[in-house]
């Protein structure tokens, strides 16, 4: 859509210069809330002061507040007045910001670090919450720039609790009377990504993760012995390596697994001489296809099963759901490159090779509707962002500087995405 100087609509999109104005202003109270929420951390689905906080800097805004019944989300709808919005089945576009902690004790030494002792926002969620609270506010001050609705979705428990999981089910796609065209989230990252720097690709973005639980049982005996027993441990040991190799001979190396013995528990330390009568081992297993995660799950049990019978013990093979892969829809990536060119400049964006190895639930959102998962650089200035401690450790620090890029690229996804929708092309102009 071009604007001439004769186009008395409401100018909108990632370069408007109100919208840009808007955001410089909201910034201060967007800087707060992050520190505010870093100082009081909460882990997990319930977080009434987190969620409390949001609804503070929400209630004002003229918007549709939903709160969730099993676990503390907030969602908002907020009906835009564009003059090119359609009269019937505007467009809708979903934007998310997770809002929980981590189980771990900051050693950051910032001023807002957390008060909560173990507890810490080690995976910057809160400057998720807090620059998706900025947005709000924005685009709610603008409401005329937005040919469509917008559903601010603020989701707890990430952090392995499957938070998106909940609220899909309680209905957020729907938040808006109709399922959401396009979803988009944000993600900051402590290293690897310069601050300024946002990074994605089309197709799988983040990996699926599963759970591996093995328990054996043998016969317990005396080591003198062993012969006299059936001995689950050396087993266990044994099935431990055959995953690895597992892994190198019957999964394609350009659909790879990748799989991590994260514990092993067999005996007791008082008894050295003893053939433990049980034992157990426990993995996570990332994958970055549906294909590799099946055949991986078929062959892991066909192993476990073999091994164990070659040995005259028994094996019970747990196989855990986690999240699936998280899949961006490649126009959404397209239509994200541009918003991010156009808002931060042309070298701010970093089309990735291949997937990340973590994980994460925004991947239940992207099952159902198409839309794309962002990574923003927050690595303080100068420090090396190869050398930046990483994403869930103690030592995290995200820069403030990416608040300002979160806020204005959230707020120009939702227009750009919006008017592009509602006049059915693949990006405005």
């Known amino acids: ?111 807002q670090a957390s008060t909560v002792e173990g507890t810490m926002h080690a995976c910057g969620h809160d ?139 067999s005996g007791s330390d008082g008894a050295p001489n003893a053939v433990p009568e049980t034992a157990s081992f426990f993995a996570s297993v990332r994958s970055w296809s549906p294909q590799a995660r099946t055949r991986f799950r078929e062959r892991a049990t066909q192993l476990v099963d073999g091994i164990a019978a070659a040995y005259g013990i028994t094996a019970r093979t747990e196989l855990i759901d986690g999240y699936p892969v998280t899949t961006n829809d490649p126009a959404c990536v397209d239509a994200a490159r541009a918003v991010v060119q156009r808002t931060l400049g042309e070298d701010a964006w970093w089309e990735l090779e291949r997937p990340l190895s973590g994980s994460e639930d925004f991947s239940r959102v992207l099952a159902e509707v198409p839309g794309a998962f962002l990574v923003v650089g927050a690595v303080p200035e100068g420090v090396d962002p190869t050398d930046a401690p990483s994403n869930h450790s103690s030592a995290a620090v995200f820069d403030d500087g990416a608040l300002e890029h979160s806020l204005r690229l959230l707020t120009a996804l939702a227009t750009d995405r919006l008017l592009a929708l509602a006049q059915g092309t693949e990006e405005s102009s």
Do not use: K, W
Request: glycine share 8%; with cysteine; net charge negative.
């Open 1 to 111: 859509m071009n604007h001439t100087a004769t186009d008395t609509r409401p100018r909108t999109g990632a370069g408007s210069t109100d919208l840009v104005a808007a955001c410089a202003a909201e910034l201060p109270l967007v800087r707060a809330l992050c520190h505010e929420i870093h100082a009081h951390p909460e882990v997990g689905l319930h977080l009434p002061h987190t969620q409390a906080r949001v609804l503070d800097h929400l209630r004002d805004l003229d918007l549709e507040l939903t709160t969730g019944n099993e676990v503390s989300s907030v969602v908002a709808v907020l009906r835009g007045t564009h003059p090119d919005r359609p009269a019937a089945d505007a467009p809708v576009v979903l934007l998310r910001g997770d809002m929980d902690a981590l189980p771990v004790a900051e050693e950051t030494g910032l001023p």
């Open 127 to 265: 400057q998720h919450t807090a620059a998706l609270v900025g947005a709000a506010r924005v685009l709610a001050q603008h409401r005329d720039q937005l040919a469509g609705d917008v559903v601010f979705m603020f989701q707890p428990g990430e952090e392995m609790q499957d938070g998106a999981a909940h609220m899909v089910q309680e209905g957020v796609l729907r938040a808006a009377g109709r399922t959401v065209d396009e979803a988009y989230a944000l993600h900051v990252m402590s290293n690897q990504f310069p601050l300024g720097q946002v990074a994605s690709r089309p197709g799988p973005m983040m990996a699926a993760a599963d759970g591996l639980r093995v328990t054996l049982r043998g016969r317990g005996g005396h080591g003198s012995m062993p012969h006299t027993a059936r001995d689950p441990l050396t087993v266990a040991c044994e099935m431990v390596l055959a995953l690895q190799t597992l892994v190198t001979r019957h999964m394609d190396a350009f659909d790879p697994v990748v799989v991590n013995v994260g514990s092993l528990h």
